[in-house]
């Protein structure tokens, strides 16, 4: 089995490689060893050596070798090619800074940023009641920036102390409002569980990276960006809010579990925090024992192999640990301070005269109660105390990556020069690959009842909601006072009617509000059902892609396998934009009432000069009626086609990337036969050049090999 290639800027989802060889004795993942491992001065120097050594010599040749045939030869790029040189690229970069990643996940409104404002002990980063975040801040512990420095990537300086967050919160507005692509920040500031200790002393150091949530709105222009960072991230904080457990919301951030990198899925990489504990038992009863065992138990169900129990789940109040900092640090606004000693003393605490050791006493014992600093312990210190074999780790996993795949495109293009018959050669290369990629398209026309299926789900999802909203509309219709209001005044009666036709119509909005919420989350895991399923039937067409060529060339125990894996959907990506159907809520003609003139006197009934008015209820409901079920067909249409194009563009993609596998060894074998037929001196030299380099990258990957499995067998 072979490589299947991401382009140049690869997406967080694309294939990762499962390092083992076919027919061949298995080899040690770089990416499945444990990180608690530890080195000592000498052991840390050579692995990191080895691998800058590794990036100096390998990187080079990889950019000679494409740049040669992209110069020469008139083909278009060889993927296999871009991709060992943008990896190599990220890798020098990495190595050079010394610096893993530690990426934070979070849904919108979770506190992600409030979490890590209470680990910088003040509101540094902006957070607001509505969509914040659109830039990514990478947060650095610098133990000299007392105050906070927040710079570009490149070091220049942005703004500092109490500029910080305003600058942050002008850049959020900035993208979102432009709908650009920010640049991305550092914010340099002290970390607290680290006060004392310095990167300095140590051999790697990370950064703590803010992020967008998933279910934002208005962040698409920097989702390429988070879903690079996903790709790149050395470690997971997966932050879970309390109050959407058990929710639809809740299903939708684990639903990212499955599809984070393999090597990431295990208990040095990935930290399961549970946010908002301060309001245990008052929402769903969990308390704090149950909720560990419940988040554990459910990331198990969607992660099986993850086998994550109770003592792993961290639950904290990430908002009592920041005002608690803020006041014992002396950086409390009056309002903070009150809010703090509230829930420290009871909402009369101001008039209890508390001196500030008691104050402080208080505060210190609501900071323990929120968990925050076993957190802290049980993440940022292990990070800091580990750092050096995570990020030797992260190293050796890059490059035995990168280095797998410029080996699979060294012994293709070494055989084909071999054999030297470009007639017979591309010709069945070309058939064979092709048979290959018909059987794939025709395996997707079985997805096409999926769609179907789907199709019929939102809609009757729709018409339930219809029906239920033409029931309430009567309701609400039958509770009306004013409806059944007899009016002198036509005037009147209308400014009545407007009056419900306004109640009604927000209700019925509300309602549809929360109704499309909850119909995105579950079309998100229906699809996310068809996306699984989808990658299950499909992965072995990219390993028979593999085994054509090895077989077409002699050469299968050469290759290394991969695992075929699809973009996954994101919830913001699957958007049912049906707005219009609030508009049309808002215009039903609602101003039905008959005039009648008379009224029963001692007398009898007796015609007079006045008129009165009462409201057609009949007519007001059928009228409401027919509004919703025109508002239902437009969004049954509109739901339908999204769903429809949601899963076409992902088959398509599934198609693109198939194609470019097929492409990457097309290529590869053309620019061979091209090179080895200028001349039998000129086949001779490259087939020297191409052993030598299969030699030399043999002996550094076996290098790499034994050191990971000497230090993390």
Request: hydrophobic share 40%; with cysteine; glycine share 4%.
């Given at each position: 089995?072979?490589?299947?290639?991401?382009?140049?800027?690869?997406?967080?989802?694309?294939?990762?490689?499962?390092?083992?060889?076919?027919?061949?004795?298995?080899?040690?993942?770089?990416?499945?060893?444990?990180?608690?491992?530890?080195?000592?001065?000498?052991?840390?120097?050579?692995?990191?050596?080895?691998?800058?050594?590794?990036?100096?010599?390998?990187?080079?040749?990889?950019?000679?070798?494409?740049?040669?045939?992209?110069?020469?030869?008139?083909?278009?790029?060889?993927?296999?090619?871009?991709?060992?040189?943008?990896?190599?690229?990220?890798?020098?970069?990495?190595?050079?800074?010394?610096?893993?990643?530690?990426?934070?996940?979070?849904?919108?409104?979770?506190?992600?940023?409030?979490?890590?404002?209470?680990?910088?002990?003040?509101?540094?980063?902006?957070?607001?009641?509505?969509?914040?975040?659109?830039?990514?801040?990478?947060?650095?512990?610098?133990?000299?920036?007392?105050?906070?420095?927040?710079?570009?990537?490149?070091?220049?300086?942005?703004?500092?102390?109490?500029?910080?967050?305003?600058?942050?919160?002008?850049?959020?507005?900035?993208?979102?409002?432009?709908?650009?692509?920010?640049?991305?920040?550092?914010?340099?500031?002290?970390?607290?569980?680290?006060?004392?200790?310095?990167?300095?002393?140590?051999?790697?150091?990370?950064?703590?990276?803010?992020?967008?949530?998933?279910?934002?709105?208005?962040?698409?222009?920097?989702?390429?960006?988070?879903?690079?960072?996903?790709?790149?991230?050395?470690?997971?904080?997966?932050?879970?809010?309390?109050?959407?457990?058990?929710?639809?919301?809740?299903?939708?951030?684990?639903?990212?579990?499955?599809?984070?990198?393999?090597?990431?899925?295990?208990?040095?990489?990935?930290?399961?925090?549970?946010?908002?504990?301060?309001?245990?038992?008052?929402?769903?009863?969990?308390?704090?024992?149950?909720?560990?065992?419940?988040?554990?138990?459910?990331?198990?169900?969607?992660?099986?192999?993850?086998?994550?129990?109770?003592?792993?789940?961290?639950?904290?109040?990430?908002?009592?640990?920041?005002?608690?900092?803020?006041?014992?640090?002396?950086?409390?606004?009056?309002?903070?301070?009150?809010?703090?000693?509230?829930?420290?003393?009871?909402?009369?605490?101001?008039?209890?005269?508390?001196?500030?050791?008691?104050?402080?006493?208080?505060?210190?014992?609501?900071?323990?109660?929120?968990?925050?600093?076993?957190?802290?312990?049980?993440?940022?210190?292990?990070?800091?105390?580990?750092?050096?074999?995570?990020?030797?780790?992260?190293?050796?996993?890059?490059?035995?990556?990168?280095?797998?795949?410029?080996?699979?495109?060294?012994?293709?293009?070494?055989?084909?020069?071999?054999?030297?018959?470009?007639?017979?050669?591309?010709?069945?290369?070309?058939?064979?690959?092709?048979?290959?990629?018909?059987?794939?398209?025709?395996?997707?026309?079985?997805?096409?009842?999926?769609?179907?299926?789907?199709?019929?789900?939102?809609?009757?999802?729709?018409?339930?909601?219809?029906?239920?909203?033409?029931?309430?509309?009567?309701?609400?219709?039958?509770?009306?006072?004013?409806?059944?209001?007899?009016?002198?005044?036509?005037?009147?009666?209308?400014?009545?009617?407007?009056?419900?036709?306004?109640?009604?119509?927000?209700?019925?909005?509300?309602?549809?509000?929360?109704?499309?919420?909850?119909?995105?989350?579950?079309?998100?895991?229906?699809?996310?059902?068809?996306?699984?399923?989808?990658?299950?039937?499909?992965?072995?067409?990219?390993?028979?892609?593999?085994?054509?060529?090895?077989?077409?060339?002699?050469?299968?125990?050469?290759?290394?396998?991969?695992?075929?894996?699809?973009?996954?959907?994101?919830?913001?990506?699957?958007?049912?934009?049906?707005?219009?159907?609030?508009?049309?809520?808002?215009?039903?003609?609602?101003?039905?009432?008959?005039?009648?003139?008379?009224?029963?006197?001692?007398?009898?009934?007796?015609?007079?000069?006045?008129?009165?008015?009462?409201?057609?209820?009949?007519?007001?409901?059928?009228?409401?009626?027919?509004?919703?079920?025109?508002?239902?067909?437009?969004?049954?249409?509109?739901?339908?086609?999204?769903?429809?194009?949601?899963?076409?563009?992902?088959?398509?993609?599934?198609?693109?990337?198939?194609?470019?596998?097929?492409?990457?060894?097309?290529?590869?074998?053309?620019?061979?036969?091209?090179?080895?037929?200028?001349?039998?001196?000129?086949r001779q030299s490259r087939i020297a050049e191409l052993k030598s380099l299969i030699e030399k990258e043999r002996a550094i990957i076996a290098t790499l090999q034994a050191l990971d499995h000497k230090h993390c067998p």
């Amino acid at each position: 089995c072979v490589p299947f290639l991401a382009p140049a800027h690869p997406h967080p989802f694309f294939t990762h490689l499962t390092h083992s060889r076919t027919l061949a004795s298995p080899l040690s993942s770089p990416l499945a060893k444990p990180l608690d491992c530890t080195f000592d001065e000498a052991e840390y120097n050579h692995i990191y050596d080895l691998v800058g050594q590794c990036i100096r010599e390998w990187h080079p040749i990889i950019k000679k070798e494409r740049e040669q045939l992209d110069a020469g030869l008139d083909f278009q790029a060889n993927p296999f090619l871009i991709d060992c040189d943008a990896g190599f690229a990220l890798l020098a970069e990495k190595h050079s800074s010394k610096c893993f990643n530690v990426a934070v996940m979070a849904l919108c409104k979770s506190g992600k940023t409030t979490f890590l404002n209470a680990m910088i002990g003040s509101d540094l980063l902006p957070s607001s009641n509505v969509p914040e975040t659109a830039c990514i801040v990478h947060v650095r512990h610098n133990p000299n920036t007392p105050h906070g420095k927040l710079t570009q990537m490149d070091g220049t300086l942005m703004a500092e102390g109490a500029d910080i967050s305003p600058t942050v919160r002008a850049l959020n507005a900035h993208a979102r409002l432009n709908h650009i692509t920010p640049s991305e920040i550092v914010l340099n500031t002290p970390l607290v569980a680290l006060t004392g200790r310095s990167f300095a002393t140590q051999n790697a150091q990370f950064d703590v990276s803010d992020t967008p949530g998933p279910n934002e709105a208005g962040i698409e222009t920097v989702r390429a960006q988070v879903e690079q960072l996903m790709n790149t991230a050395d470690v997971i904080l997966y932050i879970l809010d309390y109050s959407k457990l058990k929710t639809e919301e809740e299903a939708v951030l684990l639903e990212r579990l499955r599809a984070l990198r393999p090597d990431l899925l295990n208990e040095a990489r990935l930290f399961v925090v549970v946010n908002k504990m301060d309001l245990a038992r008052k929402r769903h009863g969990l308390d704090f024992h149950q909720t560990k065992e419940y988040v554990a138990s459910i990331v198990n169900q969607y992660i099986p192999k993850l086998h994550m129990t109770p003592d792993r789940v961290l639950p904290v109040s990430a908002e009592r640990a920041l005002l608690s900092r803020q006041v014992l640090n002396s950086t409390a606004t009056d309002s903070v301070r009150d809010d703090c000693c509230e829930l420290v003393f009871g909402q009369e605490w101001d008039s209890l005269h508390i001196d500030t050791e008691k104050m402080h006493t208080g505060v210190e014992r609501l900071l323990q109660k929120s968990m925050f600093l076993q957190m802290e312990q049980t993440v940022l210190s292990f990070l800091f105390e580990h750092s050096a074999s995570i990020f030797i780790a992260s190293l050796t996993g890059d490059a035995l990556r990168r280095l797998y795949v410029f080996n699979n495109y060294l012994h293709t293009a070494k055989a084909t020069t071999e054999k030297n018959a470009a007639d017979q050669l591309v010709p069945r290369l070309r058939k064979d690959l092709e048979v290959i990629r018909l059987k794939f398209e025709q395996a997707l026309h079985s997805f096409e009842t999926l769609t179907q299926e789907m199709e019929m789900w939102v809609e009757q999802q729709l018409l339930g909601f219809m029906c239920e909203m033409q029931n309430h509309v009567d309701d609400m219709i039958e509770g009306e006072a004013e409806v059944f209001t007899v009016s002198a005044s036509a005037e009147v009666h209308k400014d009545l009617l407007n009056a419900v036709n306004r109640r009604v119509a927000d209700q019925l909005v509300e309602r549809f509000l929360q109704f499309r919420k909850e119909l995105e989350l579950r079309a998100f895991r229906r699809q996310q059902d068809v996306f699984l399923a989808l990658v299950e039937k499909l992965q072995p067409f990219v390993e028979e892609v593999g085994h054509t060529v090895g077989r077409l060339f002699s050469i299968e125990e050469e290759l290394f396998t991969t695992q075929f894996e699809f973009p996954a959907i994101s919830i913001s990506s699957f958007r049912l934009n049906i707005d219009q159907s609030l508009t049309a809520l808002l215009v039903a003609k609602t101003s039905l009432f008959r005039m009648i003139k008379g009224w029963c006197t001692k007398g009898g009934l007796v015609l007079g000069d006045d008129a009165q008015y009462y409201t057609n209820t009949t007519a007001l409901k059928k009228k409401w009626h027919e509004n919703v079920h025109t508002n239902t067909q437009h969004s049954i249409k509109v739901a339908k086609f999204l769903v429809a194009e949601k899963i076409k563009s992902s088959l398509n993609l599934a198609k693109e990337e198939l194609q470019q596998c097929i492409d990457g060894y097309t290529k590869t074998v053309q620019d061979a036969l091209a090179a080895a037929q200028e001349s039998e001196e000129r086949r001779q030299s490259r087939i020297a050049e191409l052993k030598s380099l299969i030699e030399k990258e043999r002996a550094i990957i076996a290098t790499l090999q034994a050191l990971d499995h000497k230090h993390c067998p």
